[in-house]
C-alpha cells in the first residue's frame, strides 16, 4: 500500500541534478515491483493521461546526463513488463522515433500492432474517415521506422 512511485515522480521537474537523480533511481527501484508498474501506469489526470510516464519520457528526451538516462530507461523498461504499461509507453513514445528504438526497439512491433484498430472494427473497411486515419497513422509510421531499421536483422 506503499504510494512511493506517487510521490518520487514529482522531483524529476527538480532543478537540482542531485535531487532528479535520486528519483530517478527511486522509480527505477520501485518499479522493479508489480505494484510500483501498476502505481506508475495507473496514474492518470483528469484527461485520462499517464502523467507519470509522459514525465519520465519528458524527462528523458530533455536528459543529457548518461546515469539519469540510463535510470529513466531502465524504470520504463520495468513498467513495460506489465502488458498495460508496455502499450501505454509504446503508445507515448511511437511520435518518438528515436526515443522508441532506443528504449524497445523492435519489441514494440506487436505493441504497435495492437494499437491499431483490426479491419472488422470498421462498417466499411474501403471507406475510411481521414480523422480515424490521421490519428492511427504514428503507428503505422512507428512500425515502418522500426521495420526499416531492422530489417537487416528480421532476414
Not at 506508475?40 to 514525465?55: R, T
Not at 503508445?91 to 505493441?111: F, N, T, Y
Not at 504497435?112 to 503507428?139: C, E, F, G, M, W
Amino acid at each position: 500500500d506503499e504510494k512511493v512511485i506517487l510521490s518520487a515522480w514529482k522531483y524529476l521537474d527538480s532543478k537540482q541534478y542531485e535531487k532528479t537523480l535520486n528519483s530517478s533511481l527511486v522509480l527505477m527501484s520501485c518499479t522493479i515491483h508489480l505494484d510500483g508498474k501498476k502505481q506508475a501506469v495507473q496514474f492518470e489526470e483528469s484527461k485520462g493521461e499517464p502523467k507519470i510516464l509522459q514525465k519520465i519520457i519528458e524527462r528523458l528526451q530533455d536528459m543529457k546526463e548518461a546515469d539519469l538516462r540510463k535510470n529513466l530507461k531502465v524504470t520504463l523498461i520495468n513498467i513495460a513488463e506489465l502488458p498495460e504499461g508496455f502499450l501505454k509507453i509504446t503508445h507515448e513514445l511511437s511520435d518518438k522515433l528515436d526515443l522508441l528504438d532506443e528504449v524497445l526497439g523492435p519489441r514494440c512491433v506487436k505493441a504497435l500492432h495492437n494499437l491499431l484498430p483490426k479491419l472488422t472494427d470498421y462498417q466499411d473497411p474501403l471507406r475510411i474517415d481521414q480523422a480515424t486515419v490521421k490519428k492511427h497513422s504514428r503507428y503505422v509510421k512507428s512500425l515502418a521506422y522500426i521495420m526499416k531499421t531492422y530489417k537487416d536483422e528480421a532476414a
